[in-house]
């Protein structure tokens, strides 16, 4: 099946691509939904061809997380990502980027190679199928541009099909935009609301199982659709206590999944609906 998604700008005019070790990149599905992973825009981690390409994964990783104070070690990519699964976003030639893009991007005058401008990783689990999310970016984070409306959404869909997820595992801050990316895969399960392993505890961990429904619903594609139960009740972001709260209920033995996406009041605190289930 192809991919119809609501912005057709996104895959008209940027190309998929994957950084994984040849051994992964046999295992992977290289034309998700009917759009071809070309060769050229396939990168070998441990290959010193590519080396420039992964010079612009990390400029895109600090201009997205960077001002947060969370941009990750190069060998963070390798070790959680590239070597254990793969990276797969959208690129655009530099030439024909916007120069405010290369500017956020920091594209080195002279380079005119593949930019990343969105990316998504994820790690297999122990759990056949399961996979879990480790980064989704993108340059729409630090430039206003509505043709960029919808590539987080579009990114990770293609890298789940690319991956041939079945269930996906991640975590993210309760004030997180990404949450409203994420909560687009379904009524996600609620598997801890105060999590101390994270160095923000505030975070979320939450499972979710994939359908084919649920990935065209995440690209914003027409043809998806997904399940929410009606909320029972709705969380601050900037709410710690009841955080804490719902986490003691689930180790009590309680299960809640999300009951819609996020919405963001006007004072810019997100509330999450949230069903008992």
Wanted: with cysteine.
């Amino acid at each position: 099946m192809s991919l119809t998604p609501a912005n057709p700008w996104l895959l008209h005019h940027l190309q998929p691509f994957l950084v994984a070790t040849g051994d992964n990149a046999a295992r992977f599905d290289m034309r998700p939904f009917d759009v071809a992973l070309e060769p050229e825009l396939a990168f070998d981690p441990l290959r010193l061809a590519s080396a420039p390409f992964l010079d612009r994964l990390c400029a895109l990783d600090a201009a997205a997380f960077g001002p947060e104070g969370m941009p990750m070690p190069r060998w963070v990519f390798l070790d959680g990502g590239e070597l254990t699964g793969g990276v797969v976003g959208l690129a655009g030639q530099a030439q024909e980027l916007p120069q405010s893009w290369r500017k956020a991007l920091s594209v080195p005058p002279g380079y005119g190679g593949p930019v990343p401008v969105s990316m998504y990783i994820a790690i297999p689990s122990a759990e056949p199928g399961t996979w879990i999310g480790h980064n989704l970016s993108s340059v729409a984070a630090r430039v206003a541009d509505s043709r960029l409306r919808g590539l987080g959404s579009v990114t990770k869909a293609l890298a789940l099909r690319v991956f041939g997820a079945e269930a996906q595992v991640g975590a993210a801050q309760w004030d997180s935009l990404a949450l409203r990316v994420h909560a687009r895969l379904g009524a996600l399960e609620v598997v801890s609301a105060w999590t101390p392993a994270h160095d923000k505890p505030w975070s979320v961990t939450y499972r979710a199982p994939i359908d084919e429904r649920a990935l065209l619903y995440l690209a914003r594609d027409a043809r998806g659709a997904v399940d929410y139960p009606a909320p029972t009740l709705w969380l601050r972001s900037d709410d710690h206590a009841s955080m804490r709260e719902l986490q003691a209920r689930i180790e009590g033995g309680e299960h809640f999944r999300f009951a819609g996406r996020p919405e963001r009041a006007q004072d810019g605190v997100q509330r999450i609906p949230l069903a008992a289930h």
